[in-house]
């Protein structure tokens, strides 16, 4: 039967339609245009159309789109070829999500136990607040009751322990445990980084007790934070990450990136998916890694990050009743409010920027990788503009 609406009722959408996007820039049919520090929630992480990646979609769109991973993808190993040159992995598995990439690395984690003569060890740690997706797995491991209500038992095999408690994180390793799982910044969240000390503790503490550490870079990942993945700020490695959203540049794919040793126990017939790794996908992401792999990117985007950084640091002096704190790390920025998040979110769309909250009460501002200065310093004064317009109407109250 017709619904009035006929789409599930899980979103609460915004009433505003963007027809088209220009790099930082997207457009209503009306012509209205707005500053994207939303990017998808940090997935357009080269701006909207940009001309390399439309290239490669176009040419690719005219050879092959799908083929089943029973065949040999070219640039499905080239892509996993770059992906090893340039990080601590030498696996890759290609998937459709960022939850899809979890998954993987759970069940790459678990199975390497399993392989290796202790199949009791299958339990996962990871920290509250986190976010990991959406799948029966993933909110289980993400821990969050919001996301667990109502979607019957609780899948077994994954612990919580409170953020930023390592001793509770060590009382929570038995010899039960396979792994730990945390996102170097929670993004979901509220844009909460765990201290550089954190991430070096959890490795020492993973290989103290034989763990594989686990790392969802998902969001941080791919140049997101200034590093081309965020646990290079702290100089360690993980054995699993995650990773999804801007690595396809708005095409959705992610991956799950593994050491030999964890991926051990993934043999032929363990895993699969249809379209993973599908040429249509690869196409595209082997072009956003040309263009983030450039020299002087990374660059670009910590100078950029370092404009945001001195502004918000600004506003926050200006208005100590709005803002609470400025965190994050390159272009992943929260400001933690200290009136409602999601008023000022309103007031920014107001003026024309568009933002993402995110939980702790934090607006994230997650623009895509290629902003320049000017467009920094543009989406600043309209925050400004969102927080006067916000003082000014609770000074009238
Ligand atoms: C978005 C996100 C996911 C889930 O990715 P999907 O593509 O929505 O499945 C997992 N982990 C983190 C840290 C994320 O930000």
Avoid at 57 to 75: C, G, M, T, Y
Avoid at 366 to 389: C, F, H, N, Q, Y
Wanted: one cysteine or more; a negative charge; aromatic letters at 6%.
């Amino acid at each position: 039967m017709a619904d009035a609406k006929p789409l599930y009722d899980t979103y609460n959408r915004v009433p505003i339609v963007f027809e088209r996007g220009n790099g930082v820039w997207l457009e209503t049919p009306e012509g209205e245009r707005y500053l994207d520090f939303a990017a998808g929630i940090a997935v357009n992480s080269l701006g909207h159309a940009h001309p390399h990646l439309v290239e490669a979609l176009k040419a690719q769109a005219d050879r092959v789109w799908h083929l089943s991973n029973l065949f040999e993808i070219p640039d499905q190993s080239r892509m996993a070829r770059r992906l090893t040159e340039v990080t601590f992995a030498d696996k890759v598995f290609f998937t459709n999500s960022g939850a899809e990439a979890l998954e993987c690395a759970i069940k790459t984690a678990r199975r390497h136990f399993y392989v290796n003569g202790q199949p009791e060890r299958y339990g996962i740690i990871t920290v509250e607040g986190a976010f990991h997706g959406r799948t029966l797995a993933t909110i289980a491991a993400g821990g969050q009751a919001k996301y667990l209500e109502g979607f019957g038992p609780k899948t077994a095999g994954f612990d919580q322990v409170p953020f930023g408690d390592h001793e509770a994180l060590k009382a929570a390793i038995n010899e039960n445990t396979a792994a730990i799982l945390v996102e170097p910044i929670q993004g979901e969240g509220g844009i909460r980084p765990l201290p550089v000390e954190c991430m070096r503790g959890l490795r020492d503490l993973c290989d103290e007790h034989g763990l594989l550490l686990i790392l969802d870079e998902v969001q941080t990942g791919v140049g997101r934070t200034g590093r081309l993945f965020a646990h290079e700020w702290a100089g360690i490695e993980p054995d699993i990450m995650a990773v999804a959203k801007g690595i396809g540049g708005g095409f959705p794919f992610g991956a799950c990136l593994a050491t030999a040793n964890a991926a051990d126990g993934m043999t032929a017939g363990t895993h699969g998916t249809t379209y993973g790794g599908n040429p249509l996908a690869m196409a595209v992401g082997n072009a956003v890694l040309d263009v983030i792999l450039e020299e002087g990117f990374l660059t670009h985007v910590n100078d950029v990050a370092l404009v945001m950084r001195q502004g918000l640091a600004s506003l926050k002096d200006r208005y100590p009743d709005l803002i609470a704190d400025v965190r994050g790390s390159g272009l992943m920025l929260g400001i933690k409010c200290a009136k409602s998040n999601t008023d000022l979110v309103m007031a920014m769309r107001n003026e024309h920027i568009l933002a993402v909250p995110a939980g702790d009460n934090v607006v994230r501002l997650l623009p895509p990788l290629t902003v320049t200065a000017e467009e920094a310093r543009e989406a600043l004064s309209k925050i400004e503009g969102a927080l006067d317009m916000l003082s000014r109407s609770s000074s009238a109250n």
